[in-house]
Each structure stands twice: as C-alpha cells, then as structure tokens.
C-alpha cells in the first residue's frame, strides 16, 4: 500500500523528490501519513477534496484483502 500511496502522489505533484511516506501499524489498522511539499498540497487535495477521496478510494479498496483496515493522511 505504501508504494501505491507513494506511485499516486508522485504522479501529481510538481516535486516528486520531496514525498514522503510513513506507515502506522497498530491492531485494527494501519495508518499511511503523505507528506509532500508545501506548493504542491492544492494538488493532492484537489478542489472541495476530490483528489484526497480519491486517492483514500483507491488504496482502499487496494486493501481489501488484507484483514486491517487502511486511511491515508495528509499531513504537511
């Protein structure tokens, strides 16, 4: 899931160098945190959060075989 997450914002942003992403495993989930540069955030949210939901979709639904649950966060 994480080199998805990593694939998808790479393909957006306008400095692909500077992504980053953490994984956050407990019991019941496992948490992604996006970190990319500061001009490039409009573009991974996207107008009214688009871009966000469907980057959250499809990592998702990516997940779906495993047995835990996956959010992605977008952090600065």
Known sequence: MKELLEFLAKS???HPDQVR??????EQAITLKL?????DMGKVIGKHGRIAKAIRTVVSV?????KKKVFVDIVE
């Open 35 to 39: 970190q990319v540069a500061s001009a």
């Open 12 to 14: 957006l942003v306008d």
């Open 62 to 66: 990516a997940a779906t075989a495993g």
């Open 21 to 26: 992403v953490e994984r956050c495993e407990n």
